[in-house]
């Protein structure tokens, strides 16, 4: 069973940094994907960027383009959302996730493991 940690998260006023990382043990298959979610209170989860397993590849949703950055690093096992400018609306849960594919894909349901989640918050 592959197990996911995340950590990074915490408050933040409006405009500045935090990056979250997220680091997978267990049974892993590759190559996969690593993509990150997130869900506000009352909102459903969505997609906020993943990447393929070369690091080559990579996808974001609009609402966090030319603002976060995602990385990864196959010999720690791990991926980084880099999260710049950021907003009171990316206050949510983030959660890493990974999909055992070749292709980079946003809907949630394709993800196979999961990690617990990490609060962040960004006041105003």
């Known amino acids: 069973q592959v197990q996911l940690v995340e950590s990074g998260g915490g408050l933040v006023q409006a405009g500045g940094s935090l990056r979250l990382s997220c680091a997978a043990s267990?049974?892993?298959?590759?190559?996969?994907?690593m993509g990150w979610f997130r869900q506000a209170p009352g909102k459903e989860r969505e997609f906020v960027a993943a990447?393929?397993?070369?690091?080559?590849?990579?996808m974001y949703a609009d609402s966090v383009k030319g603002r976060f950055t995602i990385s990864r690093d196959n010999a720690k096992k791990t991926v980084w959302l880099q999260m710049n400018s950021l907003k009171p609306e990316d206050t949510a849960v983030y959660y890493c996730?990974?999909?055992?594919?070749?292709?980079?894909?946003?809907?949630?349901?394709?993800?196979?493991?999961w990690g617990q989640g990490t609060q962040v918050t960004v006041s105003s």
């Open positions: 996730a990974v999909d055992v594919s070749t292709a980079i894909r946003i809907n949630a349901n394709f993800y196979d493991y």
């Open positions: 990447i393929s397993w070369s690091g080559y590849s990579t």
């Open positions: 267990g049974r892993t298959f590759s190559p996969n994907i």
